[in-house]
């Protein structure tokens, strides 16, 4: 008997302590990544009215918001009124942009949610007789690549009068720069109440697919100069007709687009391709590399020495 109500206590034990277990709260932080994928945070200046001669600190943070690793490049201009400049924490320095007026630095190898901080120490200009005030600017500049991919129902109108699918759109890869692709053709049908638009092609007949770009950040300046839309179970209807240059299955466009708010529209027909069932799900997947700059500026006033 004494043997059993051991085994008892020694089991309510164990219960005990794997519900305490259980119930302990989770300590896993959640991170969410962020279309703005390069901030500047905290970016001053240590004296807005510093002396002739004397040493003043810009500094400020960049940080990583994005699901991959970057290098970003950091530009310093206008910058005349500081001497004997020296950046800290510079992986390497921007030789090629260096100019009189501007020192630049590189952050190799970003990772997502690091932070890497960036001083720049200098000497106000001596020779200052009258108060002036001068305004650094600053840049910061990163290349993403993004992507998207659209799945068209295209269907025979013989076997098959409706899609057993539909037009489908992945989600925007992460960056301030999110591809548009419109749906190419839009039908209505009436369920009650209710209108549902549906939207599917045809066999053997062309349709109109359009893409633009719109900078869902809005605070600077992006240039794509490498666009690419692959095809499948789809072919160009005619090349005149199509804003792309055409190689087999792929889609290029030779030139950079600069984009502050919302891009042109480009736009492409295309028809099925030997189609033998009666429903095919016919995809368009683009990939596009994108350089985003953005900046702003810390101004103060240099005193004659006292």
Avoid: H
């Amino acid at each position: 008997m004494r043997k059993l109500e051991l085994t008892l206590i020694f089991l309510c034990g164990i219960f005990f302590v794997a519900g305490c277990i259980r119930q302990q709260p989770s300590t896993v932080e959640y991170k969410e990544y962020k279309n703005d994928i390069i901030t500047a945070e905290g970016i001053s200046v240590s004296n807005l009215r510093p002396y002739a001669g004397s040493q003043i600190t810009f500094e400020g943070e960049i940080k990583n918001n994005g699901d991959k690793m970057l290098d970003v490049e950091t530009m310093f201009f206008n910058i005349q009124a500081i001497e004997n400049i020296n950046i800290t924490y510079c992986d390497e320095p921007a030789e090629k942009k260096v100019t009189i007026n501007s020192i630049g630095c590189i952050f190799k190898n970003v990772e997502p949610f690091e932070t890497r901080r960036i001083i720049l120490n200098g000497t106000t200009f001596p020779n200052i007789i009258s108060p002036m005030s001068f305004s650094i600017s600053y840049s910061i500049r990163y290349n993403v690549t993004g992507y998207r991919i659209a799945t068209i129902p295209i269907i025979d109108e013989t076997t098959r009068k409706t899609p057993l699918s539909s037009f489908t759109l992945s989600k925007p890869s992460i960056g301030p720069l999110v591809l548009n692709i419109d749906t190419p053709i839009s039908r209505e049908r009436k369920v009650g109440e209710k209108i549902i638009k549906e939207s599917w092609a045809i066999k053997d007949q062309p349709f109109e697919v359009k893409f633009s770009f719109e900078d869902v950040v809005g605070k600077g300046i992006a240039t794509i100069y490498n666009l690419r839309i692959n095809m499948t179970d789809l072919m160009v209807y005619d090349p005149s007709l199509c804003d792309f240059n055409v190689s087999g299955d792929q889609l290029i466009l030779n030139k950079d687009i600069r984009v502050a708010g919302k891009s042109e529209t480009f736009m492409c027909y295309f028809i099925s391709k030997d189609m033998t069932k009666p429903e095919v799900s016919a995809i368009i997947s683009a990939e596009f590399n994108y350089t985003y700059e953005f900046g702003g500026s810390q101004s103060f006033t240099i005193l004659p020495k006292p």
